[in-house]
C-alpha cells in the first residue's frame, strides 16, 4: 500500500488518525490504447449525449471518482453516477483506481481510451461531436478569451489532405502539453466541402 506521501501524490487524501482503514488499488493508465472506435448504436448513444460529454472530458486527463466528477459537471452525485454507468456499459470508460475508506469502496474512473472515434455521420445527420462542440461554446463564459473562425477556401484535393493532417498534427502537439493542473481548453475544427448550393436549394425545398 502507498505510503501517506504518495497517497497525498495520487490525490486521494489519506486518513491520518490510525482508527479508519485506507486501501488503495491502482491500475495502471499507460496502457491505454490510442483510440476507442466507436461501433455499436449503444456506444453511439452514450457519447451523444451532452452530460456524457462533459463527463468524459473530466476524464480525459485524470481518473475522477462518482462525487468529483458530480461536482466538476455540475451533477446531482445520483446522476452523475447513472451516466457513469451507461458510459462504463458501452466500454467508454472504466475503473483504474479503487479506494477503500470507513469500509466504502470509492471507484475512481477514466477514458477507456486517449481519443474516441465517431463513424461519419449519414447524409443528413447532426455530427455528434460538433452538436456538442457547439453547446460547450455557448455554455462558456461571455467574458472569456475565445477564438472562433470561419474561412471559406477553394484548394485541390492534395492542399485539403495536407490542410487536415497539419491541423490534427497541431492538435496532437497541445494534447501532450496538456497539464491536467491548468484550465480546460477545448479545440474543435471541422474541414470539408460543402454541399453543391444547387443541391442545398433543392433540399430546402
Do not use: W
Not at 459537471?73 to 470507513?102: D, F, I, M, N, Q
Amino acid at each position: 500500500m502507498p505510503s501517506l506521501e504518495q497517497a497525498e501524490m495520487l490525490g486521494l487524501n489519506p486518513l491520518r488518525n490510525g482508527q479508519e482503514s485506507l486501501t488503495i488499488v491502482c491500475m495502471s493508465t499507460d496502457d491505454l490504447p490510442e483510440t476507442f472506435h466507436v461501433t455499436t448504436d449503444e456506444q453511439l448513444r452514450a457519447v451523444s449525449n451532452l452530460t456524457r460529454h462533459r463527463i468524459m472530458a473530466v476524464l480525459r486527463f485524470e481518473p475522477a471518482t462518482i462525487t468529483q466528477i458530480a461536482q466538476r459537471v455540475g451533477l446531482a452525485k445520483g446522476s452523475s453516477s447513472y451516466h457513469v454507468r451507461l458510459l462504463e456499459r458501452a466500454g467508454l470508460v472504466k475503473v483504474v483506481r479503487t479506494r477503500k475508506v470507513r469500509g466504502v469502496t470509492e471507484r475512481y474512473y477514466a477514458m477507456a481510451a486517449q481519443s474516441i472515434e465517431l463513424p461519419d455521420p449519414g447524409p443528413g445527420q447532426p455530427d455528434v461531436l460538433l452538436r456538442n462542440a457547439v453547446a460547450d461554446l455557448e455554455a462558456s463564459p461571455v467574458d472569456g478569451e475565445r477564438h472562433v473562425r470561419m474561412a471559406h477556401l477553394r484548394l485541390t484535393e492534395e492542399q485539403f489532405t495536407e490542410l487536415g493532417a497539419r491541423l490534427q498534427a497541431l492538435a496532437d502537439e497541445y494534447r501532450t502539453l496538456s497539464d491536467p493542473s491548468l484550465p480546460d481548453v477545448s479545440l474543435v475544427f471541422a474541414l470539408f466541402r460543402p454541399a453543391p448550393r444547387q443541391q442545398v436549394e433543392q433540399d430546402a425545398e
